[in-house]
C-alpha cells in the first residue's frame, strides 16, 4: 500500500505604511512591504509488509521580502531585503515486529538560511543616520547571512512483558547536530564626505 498526500501555498502580503515629514528639510515615505514566499509538503507512506510502515516527508518554505523595516526611519534607498529559505528531508520507519515488541527510527535534514542586504544590492555603499532627525538614507547599513542547518536522528525500542505484574521496557537514541555559521557587516566602503553638507545641518565647507 502506499498513500501520498501534498500541498503548495502561496504568501503574498503587501503593507504600506504613512510617511513622516522631519523639519522643514525632509520628507520621508517608506516603502512598501512586501512578503512573497511558497510553502509545499510532499508526504508518502508505505506499508511494504504487515506491521511495518515508511514515510518520507519533505517540506519547503521559502520567501523573499522588500523593505523588511517599511518605516519612516527608512527612506525606501536605504531599506533592505531579506531572502530565507528552510528545507527539510524526513524519513521514518515504524514496526511491529512481535505483538510485545515495537521499534521506530527516524532521520531528519534540515538545510536552511536567511540573509538580509540593501534593497539595491550595493553593500559598498554607505548607510547615512540623520542625527538629528533619526532616520536613515542612502542604503541599509547592515548586510548579514546565516546558515541554519541541523541533522538528527531519533530511535527508539518499547517491550511489554508480563512477570510479577504488566512492565514495559524502552530504550532510545537521539543524536542531534546544529550548525549556524554566519556573518554579519556594515555597509558601505570609502570616504562619506559627500553627504556632510548643509543639507544634513553641516556647516558651509565642514569636513567629515
Request: hydrophobic letters at 35%; glycine letters at 10%.
Amino acid at each position: 500500500r502506499l498513500w501520498f498526500f501534498g500541498t503548495l501555498e502561496r504568501v503574498d502580503n503587501k503593507t504600506t505604511l504613512t510617511g513622516q515629514t522631519y523639519g522643514s528639510f525632509f520628507d520621508v515615505s517608506p516603502g512598501t512591504f512586501h512578503f512573497g514566499g511558497w510553502n509545499s509538503l510532499l508526504k508518502f507512506t508505505a506499508t511494504p509488509a504487515a506491521n511495518h510502515t515508511l514515510a518520507f516527508r519533505f517540506t519547503d518554505n521559502r520567501a523573499g521580502i522588500d523593505n523588511t523595516q517599511a518605516t519612516a526611519g527608512y527612506a525606501p534607498e536605504a531599506d533592505a531585503h531579506q531572502d530565507q529559505e528552510s528545507t527539510i528531508y524526513n524519513v521514518g520507519y515504524d514496526a511491529i515486529l512481535t505483538p510485545s515488541w515495537l521499534a521506530s527510527v527516524q532521520v531528519g535534514i534540515r538545510t536552511g538560511y536567511l540573509e538580509t542586504r540593501p534593497m539595491s544590492g550595493d553593500v559598498g555603499l554607505p548607510a547615512v543616520f540623520h542625527n538629528t532627525y533619526g532616520f536613515y538614507t542612502q542604503s541599509y547599513p547592515n548586510w548579514q547571512y546565516g546558515d541554519r542547518n541541523r541533522d538528527e536522528l531519533i530511535a527508539s525500542t518499547t517491550y511489554f512483558f508480563q512477570g510479577a505484574g504488566s512492565h514495559t521496557l524502552k530504550a532510545g537514541l537521539n543524536l542531534d547536530q546544529s550548525e549556524f555559521s554566519s556573518f554579519n557587516n556594515t555597509t558601505g566602503i570609502g570616504a562619506f564626505d559627500d553627504v556632510c553638507t548643509e543639507a544634513f545641518g553641516f556647516e558651509p565647507g565642514v569636513e567629515c
